[in-house]
């Protein structure tokens, strides 16, 4: 894959046969032999930074292949601290192997079973873990599965790992928010690591009873109004802890544009037309608290009802639309991912719209979830799903069609 970006040359390296040898070279200097090489993961932000997660099998001085994780980073100010830096001529990249992720201190600590469960003061036998989510140098979530003496006494632990310059901003969101709504109770922090502790919640994601809940579950899940009603109990957006700067869908649409034009050039003029006709963020109504990223994964129910909501990383001031719109643009993208329950997922989402329509501006609701899409659009190329560049061009029309309904 050739990219043509002039402030992060080495990129085109990363994502085509050149990895190998980046890889390699590095591999080789640490005593192992490097067998196999795929690409996983690709964080991009054209013109300033990348990063490019690679699975590996890798012979350590003549062992049997085990298998690794690597990630390459390439940034307009050069590679960043702490990682093993490659050049070739004016060509620089940083290399680490995970999980001594430079800018995730509490990464290690966080997925290596007798440390964490030394830090929870349980046996180590008793521990089992599961990286639930990565991103290099931005977060992790490891779940924690802790046995008991019997199956009853099992308890579940969420270990979330944030640069540490973080961890106190999310614990006190958390706080905040969870005056007014059921969020993951703190249980302790790790400061220096910039991880926190949290317990697990009860029920059910939204997206677990899409993908394989029966039709009385399906029947059963919140509507409209519900989430409308669960959103306004939300703090005051004027407290402090709520001031991070959350940015709706339709500010963030051009810079998701940018990069779909990067990686998928023959749609630039498409995308252009598209993010004119998306116009700028939504003004009308009052500045509220917003989750951010609200989507399906993120709400869980009980019987029906939703018993709390999850990942306040992204919360803060914003508009009501940015939440109601993004939970509408993820439930058509999952519906496209997820073929066989469409139609269970395009039922719900119907369910919610004319409540989402009454609590907002229709035509904004419509142009906020456009916008969701092309966000959404990115994340194919993102995970380097086989055939991406086929389900980017399918979200990029299921946004102009939402763009189209907004503008009649």
Same mark, same amino acid.
């Given at each position: 894959m050739v990219i043509d970006d002039a402030l992060l040359p080495p990129l085109s390296e990363l994502l085509g046969p050149g990895a190998r040898?980046?890889?390699?070279?590095?591999?080789?200097?640490?005593?192992?032999?490097?067998?196999?090489?795929?690409?996983?993961?690709?964080?991009?932000?054209?013109?300033?930074?990348?990063?490019?997660?690679?699975?590996?099998?890798?012979?350590?001085?003549?062992?049997?292949?085990?298998?690794?994780?690597? &990630?390459?980073? $390439?940034?307009?100010? *050069?590679?960043?601290?702490?990682?093993?830096? #490659?050049?070739? @001529? %004016?060509?620089? /990249?940083?290399?680490?192997?995970?999980?001594?992720?430079p800018g995730l201190p509490g990464l290690r600590p966080a997925v290596i079973a007798p440390e964490?469960?030394?830090?929870?003061?349980?046996?180590?036998?008793r521990v089992a873990l599961d990286l639930k989510t990565y991103r290099p140098g931005r977060r992790a979530v490891v779940r924690v599965q802790i046995t008991g003496v019997a199956p009853e006494q099992a308890v579940e632990r969420y270990l979330k790992v944030v640069p540490p310059a973080e961890l106190g901003p999310l614990v006190g969101r958390l706080a905040t928010f969870g005056g007014h709504v059921r969020v993951p109770e703190v249980?302790?922090?790790?400061?220096?690591?910039?991880?926190?502790?949290?317990?697990?919640?009860?029920?059910?994601? &939204?997206?677990? $009873?899409?993908?394989? *809940?029966?039709?009385?579950?399906?029947?059963? #899940?919140?509507? @409209? %109004?519900?989430? /409308?009603?669960?959103?306004?109990?939300?703090?005051?957006?004027?407290?402090?802890?709520?001031?991070?700067?959350?940015?709706?869908?339709?500010?963030r649409a051009a810079g998701h544009a940018a990069l779909l034009q990067t990686v998928l050039p023959a749609e630039r003029d498409r995308l252009a037309s598209l993010v004119d006709r998306l116009g700028g963020p939504a003004e009308g109504g009052p500045i509220v608290a917003v989750h951010g990223d609200l989507h399906e994964a993120q709400m869980l129910v009980t019987d029906g009802r939703v018993g709390g909501i999850l990942d306040l990383d992204g919360a803060g001031p914003g508009r009501r639309v940015d939440d109601l719109g993004t939970l509408l643009g993820h439930l058509v993208a999952l519906g496209d991912s997820v073929p066989r329950r469409r139609g269970a997922i395009e039922r719900w989402r119907a369910r919610l719209q004319p409540a989402f329509e009454r609590a907002v501006d229709p035509a904004d609701l419509r142009r906020t979830t456009a916008a969701a899409l092309v966000g959404l659009a990115t994340g194919p190329f993102r995970v380097q799903q086989q055939r991406w560049q086929r389900r980017v061009r399918r979200r990029i029309a299921a946004a102009e069609q939402w763009a189209a309904q907004a503008g009649a």
């Open positions: 040898a980046v890889v390699a070279t590095a591999v080789e200097a640490a005593g192992g032999r490097l067998v196999q090489l795929e690409r996983r993961q690709v964080l991009y932000r054209p013109g300033r930074s990348a990063s490019v997660r690679y699975a590996a099998t890798v012979a350590w001085g003549g062992a049997a292949p085990v298998g690794e994780t690597f &990630v390459a980073i $390439v940034d307009a100010d *050069g590679p960043p601290a702490g990682t093993l830096v #490659l050049t070739a @001529g %004016d060509l620089a /990249v940083g290399l680490f192997r995970y999980p001594d992720d964490v469960a030394g830090r929870l003061g349980v046996a180590p036998d249980l302790g922090t790790w400061p220096q690591d910039g991880t926190v502790v949290l317990a697990a919640l009860s029920g059910r994601t &939204v997206r677990e $009873v899409l993908l394989a *809940g029966e039709r009385s579950e399906l029947d059963a #899940l919140p509507d @409209g %109004d519900e989430i /409308v009603d669960l959103l306004d109990r939300l703090p005051d957006p004027t407290d402090t802890s709520v001031q991070a700067p959350a940015g709706g869908p339709l500010s």
